[in-house]
């Protein structure tokens, strides 16, 4: 008894929500009152009237489509729209029961009507906001992409300013750097007054110069600036001053601080046409591009400083081969000539001769010396030319140049990251300077093997080779910064060597 209470009460629910009957011919026989209220007909209006006076034509397809299937016994809910009477349509979910006479054909379609128009509503948000925040997150990753991408530092900021704007619709966006009195937009570059700079970026460390109606949790934004009020006039004059007019598609702002370490250093931008334009939540979207922004910012101010270091450290280095190698050759070339001309004034031939041929033999080594150092101060762009095509432009330029017979040899296709590629040149560059400098070699033989999963350079040479177990103890300075690089980054190296038989060096990397 109580559970046929129940399916009555359901039943008499669904008959209040919408019910409506309809023959084997399409056409309307029964229709609740409450259904024709939510199409803005009477009953009478819509009884005995054909379905088809109630639906688009593609709505009215998808009715014939439920309809057949129902015909075969079916009885599947679907979403339609109804053709109201004043025009407009109303959203809503058919729950249909079929009753079939004795040989099983159709004799009328029952179906239950509920208005879905809120609720369609709620899933077109839904859906609108979903796919707003993949292609929030879709323009943050790529932001991510730009930071490490090989752009300059303000080409960076311009495909960041070009992605903010395709992501909010603005109008266009920009970033003031604050130190540098830079201006940088999509599209232009404008050096900046220090005095306008600082007018600027002033509110952001004393936001209680303006009134709280223009911040939305650190963002300053102006709702519209033609409005009469002595904020919004000052706010225009800046604007002025800053780009000598105002331009037409400015009439919302809003500035986002651009911090580092608590520091600031700078303001990311964006402006727009349309009066009230920018939300809190833009201000919050425009956040963590101001975060990434900091990020570029630290990165190019830490990469300048590596590269003031590396410079200095490359003077201090190119110093001391210049004291300790070319500089005293030159001290022996002219005490050798001096006693070369001694010898000669005292008639002792055979002795300036020795002295001439050991002259010789030292300027050719700091020749040597010289030009390998002149190769250094201008080594190869490996981004132009890559490891093989660097490395076999210092084998023509150096050693050969030095009487050293070298040869390059490569079996497969290298597929190195920039990182290793870079310490693979110098980890050969040095090793060739080391045969250079001490092995006296005839000739020496340089060769590649890659591999999916590996990367193998051997380096070999004829000279006069030396004990591998006391290198520090013989100018192995060389070979013990070569030993400190491929530890650094994973890989493995032997030294075959002994005195009087040469030296091979070979190094393994496993990617």
């Known amino acids: 008894m109580v559970e046929n209470k129940i399916q009555f009460q359901k ?21 609740n009152p409450r259904l024709a209220e939510m199409v803005g007909y009477t009953q009478g209006e819509m009884v005995g009237n054909h379905l088809h006076h109630f639906f688009s034509q593609n709505n009215y397809d998808i009715v014939v489509e439920q309809l057949a299937h129902q015909r075969m016994g079916h009885e599947k809910p679907y979403t339609i729209n109804w053709l109201c009477k004043d025009g407009s349509e109303l959203h809503t979910q058919i729950v249909p029961t079929v009753d079939l006479d004795e040989k099983g054909e159709l004799l009328h379609s029952i179906a239950v009507v509920s208005d879905i128009t809120e609720q369609d509503k709620v899933n077109r948000l839904f859906e609108k906001r979903l796919e707003e925040r993949i292609q929030e997150i879709s323009s943050l990753m790529e932001v991510s992409r730009i930071i490490i991408s090989p752009f300059e530092f303000k080409d960076q900021l311009k495909h960041i300013l070009e992605k903010l704007v395709s992501l909010i619709k603005c109008n266009g966006s920009s970033i003031l750097l604050r130190k540098e009195n830079l201006l940088i937009s999509e599209t232009f570059r404008l050096d900046i007054k ?10 952001f460390e004393q936001p209680d110069m303006l009134s709280s109606r223009f911040w939305y949790e650190g963002a300053l934004v102006f709702p519209n600036i033609n409005e009469q009020g002595q904020a919004e006039h000052n706010f225009k004059q800046l604007i002025k001053s800053m780009m000598g007019t105002i331009p037409p598609d400015l009439v919302s702002w809003i500035g986002i601080p651009i ?32 975060n990434q922004l900091a990020i570029i910012f630290e990165n190019n101010r830490l990469y300048s400083q590596a590269r003031l270091a590396a410079a200095a450290s490359e003077r201090d280095r190119l110093a001391r081969e210049l004291h300790d190698s070319v500089t005293q050759s030159l001290y022996s070339i002219r005490l050798y000539a001096d006693a070369s001309r001694y010898a000669l004034k ?28 002149i190769f250094e101060l201008r080594p190869p762009a ?3 030319l890559g490891l093989l095509g660097a490395l076999q432009e210092r084998l023509n330029m150096v050693e050969s140049r030095s009487g050293i017979h070298a040869d390059l040899n490569v079996e497969g296709e290298p597929d190195l990251s920039q990182d290793l590629e870079t310490q693979l040149y110098w980890i050969v560059y040095e090793a060739l300077s080391n045969v250079l400098k001490h092995a006296k070699a005839k000739h020496v033989s340089l060769k ?38 491929v530890n650094g980054f994973g890989g493995k190296i032997s030294v075959q060597s002994e005195p009087g038989e040469g030296t091979k060096l070979r190094v393994e990397y496993k990617h």
């Open 11 to 31: 039943l008499i629910e669904k008959m209040n929500q919408g019910l409506g009957v309809v023959d084997k011919n399409s056409v309307l026989i029964y229709v």
């Open 194 to 203: 220090d005095e306008i700079v600082e007018w600027m970026v002033r509110p």
């Open 259 to 290: 911090k580092s370490r608590k520091a600031l250093i700078g303001v990311l931008t964006a402006h727009a046409a349309q009066s009230d334009f920018f939300t809190p939540e833009m201000a919050e979207l425009m956040q963590p591009f101001a």
């Open 346 to 373: 005292a008639g002792k031939l055979p002795a300036a001769e020795k002295n001439l041929e050991q002259l010789s033999s030292i300027a050719r080594d700091g020749m040597s010396e010289l030009r390998l150092l």
């Open 382 to 384: 490996l981004e132009k």
């Open 448 to 485: 590649f093997h890659f591999t999916r999963r590996s990367a193998v350079v051997t380096l070999k040479d004829d000279g006069v080779g030396f004990d591998p177990t006391t290198f520090e103890d013989s100018h192995g300075g060389g070979l013990k910064n070569i030993v400190e690089r």
